[in-house]
């Protein structure tokens, strides 16, 4: 189990393994273990993550949710190595490439209509012509 999470923890990358109630099933020497493999393999790696994860990108989905699962990771892996300055530059720089890439990204992102606002419009108010829908007394 504790190979699984440390090859996690770089490939995805995932922090989950940091979470309180899941990083007391670690003992210390397993953990220190884990974040030293984040350190020496993840952290100098981070921009490629972030291209690799760019390029998985679907622009029907929102970018930044797209990367909030990788910024979470980092955040939790910037608090790890406070005492760090290495690491922590590698995090931050990630982080603001991050950045640039969700605003990057936005220029592509095509959401799809609600599926219940076949107008582009909300939900109470009737048709597009004013007239009521016959759903307007249940929806209120």
């Keep these: 189990m504790v190979a699984t999470i440390k090859e996690l923890a770089v490939d995805t990358p995932d922090?989950?393994?940091?979470r309180e109630?899941?990083?007391k099933i670690f003992t210390q020497n397993e953990?220190?273990?884990?974040?030293e493999y984040v350190r020496t393999t993840l952290?100098?790696?981070?921009?490629g993550h972030v291209d690799d994860l760019r390029g998985d990108y679907d622009r029907d989905y929102d970018p930044e949710d797209h990367f909030a699962e990788m910024k979470w990771a980092l955040e939790s892996y910037r608090k790890e190595f406070t005492s760090n300055p290495e690491?922590?530059?590698?995090i931050t720089s990630s982080l603001a490439l991050i950045e640039v890439v969700i605003e990057d990204l936005r220029s592509e992102y095509f959401p799809e209509p609600d599926s219940d606002d076949?107008?582009?419009r909300g939900s109470i108010g009737g048709g597009r012509d004013g007239s009521r829908s016959i759903f307007d007394d249940v929806d209120q």
Excluded: T
């Design 43 to 47: 952290l100098p790696n981070l921009n």
């Design 21 to 23: 109630g899941i990083r």
């Design 87 to 90: 690491a922590l530059e590698f």
């Design 15 to 18: 922090a989950g393994f940091l």
């Design 118 to 120: 076949y107008y582009g």
């Design 31 to 35: 953990l220190v273990d884990i974040l």
